[in-house]
């Protein structure tokens, strides 16, 4: 027990030993602390990750590295220096009950007496014990002794009145507290201590509570944004490609147009350029015929004449209707139609996906109770509901609403059971795809990794991507997916498909279905029908049940991390069940 310090030592106190600081740190918000004591209560935080000031409350993502502060070494040194020269000549010191008899200079209270009602040193409490022949009742030395004292008769407290709850002398119980229910003092205490035990226990339990559901938030809120960046940066590279593809396609369409262009001008440059020539022949004789009409020389006329009768023939003449309106327009229309076209179906496309989005934000919740301790979010669509603490009313699973067993079937794997891991009792038929508990025991050769207390078997395949499949189960079964580390070996909750944090399952029987993880069960209303279909996205960390009839009926959905490959696996929980892979 630390002892009591002055004022002017509380700056150099310890807030958790409550004593003078011993090896002095100053952590990042300016709070002094023993070494050994900071670092004893960030050692049971580091499962959290987080470290926080036992004072403030100020936390630190990384555990800060602490260092010894030497001024305040110093200071605590020379406090501790006077602490010890004051004990060594017994002289009170801050914090100590002074002797009532000492006179100038007060030592250090030994011993209170509950009759003279007076604290003694050691030396005047030698000299009480001789004066007195009779021995009085003394205590350690106490500084609130005239609390333990009855003001109405001047008396020690030794008795508890439990009609008005309050301590009295033994005159009181004759007086203004006669007939009351009275005990004593020791006796009362006693009681009050189970008491106070049994309301710690309590303080403890919610603490504890409290904090799984602190770091399930913590972890619901990281998961949610993750699963946020991850999605904006799908989008961005998804946008990014698809912009990439755009410009390609312009590219394209700019060098075609180019081209077409070139070809075109070189076309029309060979047409002027026969015209040109044509022209230049026609007035060359244009100018010949102008001058031959200005001769006098009849002779020279009629010889001339004859030559110009007819034009010069062109055999060009046909190339040259040339279409001088040719344009690009039909070009341009193609791809503003195609703009118009693909601005409309991308428009379609993102309302519809926004509707489901928001749809799904707007039905599914987190499930939350009191039993519950898994980090992870289970994401259930069902009328049922349980109601969240108010501190987690505002947080909300984005999940995307159920889509139709075609688009699930694209995902669809192909399963067959491994019977290196089937119980002795289990029978795998029709090509390791049907799995059926019988009374006989089969000739499975010894394997390290056969179940040989549950009812279990798993398939050979994994999956780590987007996966889909549909069995057919009768009688009572589980079906589950799970980790390949999951025990193999005796009946404890570490072997049995849900009852750990390895494995998922899904139970159904005649009279019941429930889901169940880390041992922790969901009841489900029941759904008609023996055919379901099991969707896994891993990436994702979804999980999600269907129930297939005419219809298709989600059963329950799980939210989570998953961090090693998964297996499907089965359970037959009655003789004669069994479960087929479709």
């Given at each position: 027990?630390a ?65 010894k502060?030497p001024?305040i ?26 002797c ?37 009742s ?17 008396k ?6 439990r ?11 004759m ?12 006796e009362?205490?006693n ?18 509570e ?28 998804i946008f ?12 394209e ?9 070139k070809?075109?001008v ?12 044509e ?16 001769t006098?020389?009849?002779i ?10 007819d034009?010069?023939?062109s055999?060009?003449?046909?190339s040259m ?10 070009g ?46 289970l ?7 349980e ?39 289990l029978?795998l ?11 006989e ?52 909750a ?22 169940r ?37 989600l059963?329950?959905?799980v939210?989570t ?22």
């Open positions: 027990m002892e009591a310090i002055s004022q002017e030592e509380e700056s150099f106190t310890c807030p958790l030993c409550l004593d003078l600081l011993n090896d002095p740190v100053t952590i990042p918000c300016g709070h002094n602390f023993c070494m050994r004591c900071i670092e004893g209560c960030w050692d049971q935080e580091d499962q959290k990750g987080v470290y926080s000031c036992p004072l403030c409350k100020h936390t630190f993502t990384t555990r800060p590295v602490l260092y502060n001024l070494a110093e200071m605590v040194e020379k406090i501790r220096k006077t602490r010890i020269q004051a004990t060594t000549h017994n002289y009170a010191g801050p914090g100590d009950v002074e009532d008899v000492c006179t100038g200079k007060k030592r250090r209270a030994v011993k209170s007496c509950l009759e003279c009602l007076v604290s003694y040193c050691e030396t005047h409490f030698k000299v009480h014990n001789e004066a007195t022949p009779r021995k009085h003394v205590i350690d030395a106490t500084g609130q002794l005239q609390e333990m004292i009855c003001t109405h008769h001047n020690v407290f030794e008795i508890f009145c009609t008005d709850q309050s301590c009295i002398c033994y005159l009181c119980v007086d203004e507290h006669k007939g009351h229910d009275t005990v004593t003092a020791a009362e205490m009681n009050k201590q189970k008491q106070l035990g049994q309301t710690q226990r309590r303080f403890q339990q919610r603490i504890q409290r904090e799984k559901e602190l770091q399930e938030l913590r972890k619901a809120v990281e998961t949610l944004k993750s699963s946020a960046q991850t999605a904006v940066e799908d989008s961005e590279r990014t490609e698809m912009i990439h593809s755009i410009e390609r396609r312009r590219s369409v700019t060098e075609l147009i180019r081209a077409q262009e070809a075109e070189s076309r029309a440059e060979g047409l002027l350029k026969k015209l040109e020539q022209i230049a022949e026609l007035k060359r004789r244009d100018d010949e015929l102008e001058q031959l009409s200005h006098e020389d009849h020279h006329f009629l010889k001339n004449m004859s030559s110009f009768q034009l010069p023939h055999k060009d003449l046909p209707t040339f279409n001088q309106t040719f344009s690009f327009e039909a341009v229309a193609l791809v503003s139609s195609l703009k118009v076209e693909l601005e409309e179906k991308l428009g379609g496309i993102f309302k519809q996906e926004v509707a489901k989005i928001s749809a799904a934000v707007a039905h599914i919740e987190i499930i939350k109770s009191s039993e519950y301790t898994d980090p992870e979010i994401v259930r669509s069902t009328d049922r509901k109601v969240l603490p108010p501190y987690m009313s505002d947080v909300q699973a984005v999940f995307p609403e159920p889509v139709t067993r075609e688009k699930l079937l694209q995902y669809s794997c192909h399963f067959t059971l491994d019977p290196n891991t089937a119980h002795g009792k029978h038929s029709e090509g390791n795809r049907r799995v059926e508990w019988i009374a025991l089969q000739s499975y050769p010894d394997h390290p990794e056969r179940f040989d207390g549950y009812h279990q078997v798993l398939c050979r395949e994994g999956l780590s991507g987007h996966c889909y499949w549909e069995v057919e189960w009768s009688r009572g079964v589980h079906i589950a997916v799970s980790y390949k580390s999951i025990n193999r070996k005796g009946g404890g570490e072997c049995g498909f849900g009852c750990n944090n390895q494995s998922w399952r899904l139970k159904l029987s005649s009279s019941s279905f429930s889901f993880y880390i041992n922790k069960e969901t009841k489900l209303p029941l759904v008609a029908g023996s055919r379901i279909g099991v969707y896994v996205d891993h990436r994702a960390g979804t999980l999600a049940f269907y129930s297939i009839t005419d219809t298709m009926t059963m329950h959905r939210q991390t998953f961090t090693h490959t998964l297996y499907p696996g089965f359970t037959c929980i009655d003789p004669r069940s069994s479960v087929k892979l479709l």
